[in-house]
């Protein structure tokens, strides 16, 4: 497998994982304070221009990458936008165990 490919998939991995313990975090403490709206708006927006731009160009990875990147990190969007109460019933869904 050529070098380029195997940094160009762990970047992917990197990039698709980076937000999973930010989620997981909302969802155990229910704590969306310290989370930047702005940041998250303007990276959700990012992620979604990354998707139309890999669909465009027809480059899978990118496609794929963003795609994952967009939810996950739109997920965590949502719940800083969402009233307390509902936030907490997501939140509860999410994590039987709560």
Known sequence: ??????VGYLASICSMTSFIPQ???????RDTQAIS?????????????WTVFGLMSMEWPII??????????GF??????????KMEKVAEAL???G
């Open 37 to 49: 709206r702005r940041m998250y708006t303007v990276t959700v927006a990012g992620f979604a221009l």
């Open 64 to 73: 794929i990458t963003n795609i994952v990147c967009f939810f996950v990190s």
């Open 95 to 97: 994590d039987r165990k």
């Open 1 to 6: 497998m050529d070098l380029t490919l195997v």
């Open 76 to 85: 965590i969007l949502t719940m800083t936008l969402l009233p307390k109460p």
């Open 23 to 29: 989620a997981w975090k909302v969802i155990r403490t």
